[in-house]
C-alpha cells in the first residue's frame, strides 16, 4: 500500500494493525512511486494531506487518478480546517479521516477500502510474535500452526491482539467482546484466557499476560513486559 | 452484522477454510445420552440460520402427545473441529438447544433447562461455577456375556511403566487440552483399569457440554486403540465404582461468593447452600444418580456417600469442604460426591445448583459437621418416589419432564427387579 508523505505515530499502528506493508514515499513523486510499487501494484494509498502543501496533495492526487495504473483506493488524512477545501474535488479520494487520528478508526476505514476494492490478495490480518490472525478468513495460527478455536476463543484474540500490550480487566473484556449477558460472568474470561492458552501452546501461552490484580494484557515477549 | 451472523459467517467460513466435510449437531435427550446429527457444509448454512427439524418423538423423554416435531438451533459459539479427524476430511461439532417449532424452549431439552436454572441464579446475581471428576475404566472390550477385564491392575495413583491405559490416558488428555478443554490432573484411580481426569472450572453450562466431549473423547480413543471405555457407575463387584465428584462455586461479579468468616472459611451464601444440598440431596439423587447400577456404587465403604451429610474431611460425607491451599483463596468451594459420570450432566448440574439456592433463598440452617440427617436412597426404585414427592424438582425439572422420567425410571426398576441375579443363585439354589 502506498503512503504519502510518511507513515509514524498513528497512521504506522494503523497500518499493522490491519496487517499490510507501506511503501513510503516521501516525495510524493510519481517516479518515485513508480519505483516503489510492487509488482502486482498498490492496493490503496493512503495521503496525508495535512503533511504537506493542500494543494500538492490535490495534484498528486490528480496525478495517481489519471494513471494508466490504478492505486487503489485513495484515502486522504486532513486536518479539519482542510475540510471546506474538499468541495468540488470529492472526485480525487475515496475516503477521508480527519485528524487527531484515531488507530481504529484508519484501521477500519483501511479494511473497509480493501475489501469494496474487492482487493482479496490483501486480507486484513493481526500478526503479532509468532501468531497470524486472518480477519478475513477467521483463521488463527501460531508459529505456523492453525489453531482450532471456538467463536468466543477467536473473538477474545483478535480483541487482545488488536490492542497489544493494553491492560484490560475481565469487566471490561466480558463487555467488549461478549458484549451480552452471559451465564458465566466475569469469570468466564479467564476460562477463555486459560483455554486460548492450552491452544496457544506451553511455548507461546505467555502471549497472553495475567496482570496481577487487574485483569490480562495481550504482549510480544516477557523482556517486554519488564520495560 | 449482528452477533448472530458474525457467529455464523464465522462458523461457515471455517469450514471453508478448513476443509470440513462434516458438522456434527450435538444434543442429548433427557437421560445425557449423546445424539447428533450430520450435516454437509451445503447443508449447513440453512441448518444454522433455521435450525434443523426432527421429529422428537423417537428420543427419550422428548415425546409428547400432540405434537413430535422439534427444532435443533446450533449454539454457534460451541462450534469447533474434532481434532482427531484428518486435516482437509475434518470433522466439527456444535452443540444444539431443542426448541419447539414456534421457537420457545422446548422443555424436555435438558441443556435449556440448566440454561433456565443459570437464569435464575443470574437474576439473584450469581454465576455458577462448577468443576468435576470424572472416573471411568478402561476395559478390554465390552462383551456383556461376562464380567468385565481391566486393561491394567494399576491402582490409586500407580505410576505404571507406560502401558496401554497410561499412554491412552494422556492421549486423551492432550487432545482434551487441543479442544479447549482444560485438565487439571489425571491418574489412575484405585481400582484395576479404573482412570480419573479432572477437569478445570468453568461455567455449569460449558462444563455440562464439556462432560459431554469428555465422555465421547475418552471412548473415541479408547476404541482407536482398540480397548473400550465405560463410565458405568460399578462395573465390577468388589471395587470401587466411578463417581463423579463436582466441585462447586458461587460468584458474584469478579468475587467467590463462597469465601466468608464461618467455619473453614466459608461465607453465609456457602454454608446456606450445603445446607440446601444436605436437605433436597434425597430427592435429586434420581438425577445425579439414574441407573440401576448407580446405586451399587452408593453403598457403604466404597468411599462413596449412602447419607445427607456435610464434613471437611470425610471421605464417605455426602458434601465435602476441601481444603484451601494458602495463597489461593479464591479457589474456596464446595465438593459434592454423589453424582455418577452416568448421570445427564445438564440435568444433574441443574438440580444440584437448584438444591443449593434453595438453601441460600430460604435461609436454610446448616446441620452439624457429620450429622447425617437423611439417608440417600438405597435403589432407584427409593430415588424415583422421592423425585415424585419433591417440589424443587417439579419446579426444576417441569412436570412434563419429571412425569417422562418416572415412568421410564420405573420401567427399567421393573425390568430388573423380575431378574434373577448369579448372586441369587450361587446363594439359594444349593440351599433352598
Known amino acids: 500500500m502506498l503512503c504519502v508523505p510518511s507513515c509514524e505515530g498513528p497512521v504506522r499502528k494503523a497500518f499493522e494493525v490491519t496487517g499490510v506493508t507501506p511503501a513510503v514515499s516521501a516525495s510524493g513523486r510519481l517516479n518515485e512511486i513508480a519505483a516503489l510499487e510492487p509488482a502486482d501494484g498498490f492496493a490503496s494509498a493512503v495521503i496525508n494531506a495535512a503533511a504537506f502543501p493542500f494543494t500538492d496533495a490535490m495534484n498528486l492526487c490528480r496525478q495517481l487518478r489519471s494513471r494508466d495504473r490504478s492505486v487503489g483506493p485513495i484515502i486522504l488524512l486532513l486536518d479539519h480546517y482542510q475540510l471546506d477545501d474538499l468541495t468540488f474535488r470529492e472526485d480525487l479520494f475515496d475516503d477521508f479521516v480527519v485528524g487527531p487520528l484515531d488507530v481504529s478508526e484508519l484501521a477500519t476505514r483501511l479494511r473497509h477500502r480493501l475489501r469494496r476494492a474487492g482487493n482479496e490478495s490483501v486480507a486484513p490480518r493481526i500478526e503479532h510474535g509468532g501468531l497470524s490472525m486472518n480477519l478475513e478468513t477467521y483463521q488463527a495460527s501460531i508459529a505456523g500452526r492453525i489453531m482450532d478455536l471456538t467463536y468466543m476463543e477467536y473473538e477474545l484474540l483478535r480483541f487482545l491482539a488488536t490492542n497489544p500490550n493494553r491492560v484490560f480487566t475481565r469487566e471490561t473484556l466480558l463487555s467488549r467482546v461478549w458484549g451480552y449477558e452471559y451465564y458465566g460472568g466475569a469469570r468466564t474470561v479467564d476460562v477463555h484466557v486459560r483455554r486460548l492458552r492450552a491452544k496457544l501452546g506451553e511455548e507461546h501461552a505467555h502471549l497472553i499476560q495475567t496482570v496481577r490484580s487487574v485483569g490480562y494484557k495481550f504482549g510480544t515477549s516477557p523482556s517486554e513486559y519488564s520495560t | ?432
Open chain 2, 1 to 432: 452484522m449482528s452477533p448472530m451472523e458474525e457467529q455464523a459467517q464465522y462458523v461457515l467460513r471455517t469450514v471453508e477454510e478448513r476443509g470440513v466435510r462434516f458438522v456434527q449437531l450435538w444434543f442429548t435427550d433427557v437421560l445425557g445420552r449423546h445424539k447428533a446429527f450430520h450435516v454437509t457444509p451445503a447443508e449447513l448454512e440453512d441448518a444454522l440460520d433455521q435450525g434443523m427439524t426432527f421429529d422428537g418423538s423417537a428420543i427419550d423423554g422428548f415425546s409428547r402427545v400432540q405434537e413430535s416435531d422439534v427444532l435443533a438451533r446450533p449454539d454457534l459459539t460451541t462450534f469447533q473441529l474434532l481434532p482427531w479427524y484428518e486435516e482437509g476430511a475434518g470433522v466439527a461439532r456444535v452443540f444444539c438447544d431443542i426448541v419447539n417449532i414456534d421457537a420457545s424452549p422446548f422443555e424436555g431439552c435438558p441443556r435449556q433447562q440448566l440454561r433456565r436454572v443459570l437464569g435464575e441464579a443470574h437474576a439473584q446475581g450469581y454465576t455458577f461455577f462448577v468443576a468435576p471428576e470424572i472416573e471411568y475404566f478402561y476395559f478390554e472390550d465390552l462383551a456383556v456375556t461376562s464380567a468385565p477385564v481391566p486393561i491394567d491392575r494399576g491402582s490409586y495413583f500407580d505410576l505404571l511403566p507406560d502401558d496401554t491405559a497410561s499412554q491412552l490416558r494422556r492421549r486423551t488428555v492432550l487432545m482434551l487440552e487441543e479442544m479447549g478443554i482444560g485438565v487439571e490432573h489425571a491418574q489412575h484411580e484405585d481400582a484395576p483399569g479404573q482412570q480419573e481426569i479432572d477437569l478445570r472450572y468453568t461455567d455449569a453450562l460449558t462444563m455440562a457440554d464439556t462432560v459431554m466431549s469428555v465422555r465421547h473423547v475418552v471412548k473415541e480413543l479408547a476404541r482407536q486403540a482398540g480397548v473400550a471405555a465405560s463410565f458405568m457407575p460399578k462395573p465390577l463387584a468388589n471395587v470401587q465404582g466411578s463417581g463423579m465428584h463436582t466441585h462447586l462455586s458461587l460468584w458474584r461479579d469478579e468475587h467467590n461468593a463462597f469465601i466468608g468468616d464461618g467455619p473453614y472459611g466459608l461465607s453465609d451464601v456457602a454454608t446456606k447452600f450445603i445446607a440446601g444440598l444436605v436437605r433436597h440431596a434425597p430427592e435429586i439423587t434420581a438425577v445425579t444418580n439414574q441407573w440401576v447400577n448407580s446405586y451399587k456404587r452408593l453403598v457403604p465403604g466404597a468411599e462413596a456417600p449412602v447419607g445427607a451429610s456435610w464434613a471437611r474431611h470425610d471421605a464417605a460425607a455426602l458434601v465435602r469442604v476441601p481444603s484451601v491451599k494458602p495463597g489461593r483463596i479464591d479457589s474456596t468451594r464446595i465438593e459434592y460426591r454423589s453424582p455418577d459420570p452416568a448421570a445427564n450432566p445438564y440435568l444433574a448440574f441443574a438440580v444440584i445448583l437448584a438444591a443449593g439456592l434453595r438453601g441460600v433463598t430460604g435461609d436454610y440452617e446448616l446441620p452439624a459437621e457429620g450429622e447425617r440427617t437423611a439417608p440417600l436412597p438405597q435403589s432407584l426404585a427409593q430415588a424415583v418416589d422421592l423425585m415424585e414427592e419433591s417440589t424443587l424438582l417439579h419446579e426444576t425439572l417441569g412436570a412434563h419432564q419429571v412425569e417422562w422420567f418416572l415412568r421410564n425410571k420405573r420401567a427399567e426398576w421393573d425390568a430388573y427387579r423380575g431378574q434373577v441375579t448369579p448372586f441369587e443363585l450361587e446363594r439359594y439354589l444349593p440351599l433352598l
